[in-house]
């Protein structure tokens, strides 16, 4: 290794240590302040951290370094010393240098891997392949020349009913209860279902203000779900979709009291635009959704809830067998 | 053949033991399921339909039940009680459903609050938690002929929400299971035989995939190579005779002996979490676990929660950890050195003590330090291990940070030992990057979630509590405080004789290591790391932890049988005879104060807790406490459910609930979480406890609670209060169940 990396590599590791503390103690700070951090920025600042860390530090060194000469110091020799010690130690560790050594690396990479196409088909793949097959079921089904989605009222919130169907539904800007499609007061169900087209790749936003439930389905995977008796709030989820049609069910749940139900989706780079009947498709009338139930259990869309809980959050909870 | 190479017939052995395994454990698990049809199919009353309501008056399923018969649930209203209070409040539907056709089934539950459903044994909802209505859904393959369908469901306060719902192999939409399709059983069965018949189904399941794990273990460690097990055999039997022993002693009366406090109950009851599907950091503080946890789930799974597993679990990791103590000290400095450390580990009261105090650490933490000790050891020939020791015992800290004690003390020893030049070994770096490495995910979760553990573990100023400390370290290294603290008696006052071995040991150590002779660094190491562990144990500890005194136990171990052996290894001819009595004498007054003052007066006395008069073991920490004699009284008193409010972790309602083994008889909540069915309040007899009645009876004002006795032994340490009006009734809203 040449002297240059041997005698800098200190220097760049202290730095990154240092850049990624900071960042780490930045973190805490902005958490202590309830700062809403998303997981993307707290991954990019440490990132960013341990590099410019250790850019930062190295600058900072060349020039004191320069600065040290010019007064008769050399650091440099003693630095390469502890650079080649750090590889030296870092080879030793490694193992690299012994046949067992190398045969472990191979078989722990080969576990990881195994690990990995397990994890991956189990976690990826197989829902991917659910996501097409409802996609292409309620391509199947789409009444072609329509817009809008098509309205569905469940007169019990189980919906164990067969459902009414209310037609298509130009907009989805209900303000209160009387502006509701059925016409009924209370624990009802209404669903929509049909197809969004999508003209770009990216990540995509849905949801509104809501009261009381809403659950938002694209391709079966569940992009925004709250189901509580709640005065009006936002739900929200986000999604990437490709270009193409994509199948959409919305889940609306009025329990007691008011009931109010306005959405958006939030196309890539654009800010919020209610959703509109223009990008939408219904399904055909009397189109059975069992099928879709089926394949999102195999395909493992559905999402599983336990019984987990923070003991020390105190609340409600109903305890456990024993 | 290449050397080293597994020949083709052991390869078969394998795989035939695998297949037996997996077959026999297929065939139970099939026969398990069977039997819970079996069961319902003799309970049916064939000539009615619907499904059997077994009805409670609170939300957790204990006390009597009212049985009653209805159609499938489908129950979506306010619940109206006519101006009375509503109570939350359990039921269990239980019905044989009749399919015809053969398929792929959707079952479909859409309940509020706590849901659970089990089909022939075979859990397949489960969501024991409260909540707002949700629907469940799942995928089952079913035969024609009947299945048992058994739903357990909490109902709360403002509205009742139940439906059942399918979706046949041909059907077009989800709807409520005909009740024609379903047959009720009978009022008079007991669902005591369900729920065990049920938890068959459960252990055999388990072991479908456990039996040839554990097939795999075996041959893998004994038969793969069985040459090299019988030469180990005849080799290393002293040491299987002293693990022998430390079994024996640690397993022995393994459901009688106590030593479950509530924050032992904690992890078994952490581990039916993630039975459930909790996530690691799910239902946990920051600075504890999951390890411990994690692993309490195979034994959970396969015995159910009680307290005889723990205390078994916390024994075999504990005799591991002789195995490695054992590996490591016969490659350190020989095989006699090694058995004499094993031997003094596996009969000193102290660490057998502790090995029935199944916590994290007490169970864990030495086997970790041990395995630890083994890979650090082997590294001096593959550096690269050292990485892996470091991980363990990052894994150790992440585990409990009352770990870091460990490296902390002994890399101190061998900083002072090696004149700091123990820095430049390579494996010291990789100790140190191992152990940062599984640290990280710690110390992330710490930093992303800074409110989950707000306490503070590093004040000098509790250095004043050293000597209180050391005084609870000398008392016991001869398991003076934990036989009072559980059984209550300390038939025969060993006068600190174990103690003083100690002390005599270390200053032998300081004279031979004196000379300088190469295998100094072997007897200052533990007497260095001993004295720093003691002397910063305080600062990190606002109680007297037995985590900390576990440490200091096995470090007070290794002193000892460091300085049998080297009084042994120094003596001449015959005096080599002279060391070897003395080590045969302090094991034998080890073993007959186990056996008086353990075994004898926990056998006599039924283990009753004594108050210690120290602050730092009374109330403040749970964890030293043994509540069996409590659970017990509870029991016999008969209520349903029991408030419990104590200092810190809110654990002692779940040692209340784990002494009762599987079949629970009463409830015990921690107040946070009341369901205001409780009949009874129990707090510690303390300061901090009359603090909580406090705050327990502001937040129930409209209940009225009095004082009551559970006798002068318990009075001394609880306080129970029993609550007079308003009396909790079934409740009588659900249509036509009154």
Redesign the interface.
Known sequence: MSRFVLSRLPIWLTGAVLGLLSQ?AW??AA??KEWDLGRGE?ILRLSLGLLGGALVFWLLCEALFRGARALGLDPWPRLQTLGR?LT??AW????LG?A??RR?WLKGLALVLAMGLGLGWWFGWRPAQGCAAVRDYFLAHQDEPSQGLRACLYP???????CQDLGLTPGFDFPDLASLPGGRQR?FLLTWTGLIQVEESGVYGIGGLVDD?LEVIIDGQVVARD???SPPREIWGKLRLDQGWHAIELHYLQ??GGATLKLWWQPPKQDRLPLGQAHLRPLKPGV???PV??LR??HGL?P?????????E????????? | MKAGAVPTRKWLVLLAGLLVCLGFALWRAGEAGQAVVDYGRQQALADQQGMLVWLYDNPFQTGPARASIHPVPRLHQDRDLKGRRAYPFAWRWVGLLRVDQPGQYVLGVYASEAVRLRLDGRRLVERWVGGPPRPHQVLVSLEAGPHLLDLADVQGVDSLDLSLQWLPPDGQALTTIPSDRLTPLDPKSDPAVLDELNFLVQRWRTLIWLLPLAWLGLWWLVLRDWPRTRRILRRDWPFLLVLGLAGVLRLLWGATVPGISGESAFYIWRSELIIEGARPFQGMITRNGPFFEYLMVLPTLIWGAVPWVLSASAAVLNLLALVFCYRVLGREAGRTQALIACLVLAVFPAEVMFARIPLDYTSLGPLLFFWGLDLLSRSRSHPGLAVAAGLLWGVGIFNHSIFVVFPACLGLAALLIGRLKVILAPQTWGLGLGMVLAMLPRGVNRMLLPDQDPMSFMDPARFLDLPGFLEIFWRMLDGEVVYRLYTGQLLLDGHGVLAWAVVAAAVVLVIFAWRRDGQAWLDLTPLIALGVHLLIAPIGAPTANPRYFINAGILASLVLARAFFRLWRSAPGRWKLLPALVLLAWVGVSLTGLGVNYFYCHLTSGGRPQVWESPLLDHVSDAWMNHAELAEALKQRGYPVVATGDYWHHTLNLALNLYQGRERVFQATDIASRSNTERAAVFYNSPEGRERVDTFLAGNAEEIYLPVSLGPELDRKYLLFERTWPPVDYPSDPEGFR
């Open positions: 780490a973190i805490q958490n202590a707290i010690f030296s130690t030793e560790l490694a193992g012994r067992s050594g472990a019990n919130v189980d919906a164990a009913d067969p624990y439930g189901m509580r008796e329990l007691a059975s959704l069992a139930i089926r259990l195999e559905h599983r809830q336990g019984s987990t809980y923070d003991p020390f105190g609340g409600r909870f109903w305890s456990l067998p024993w």
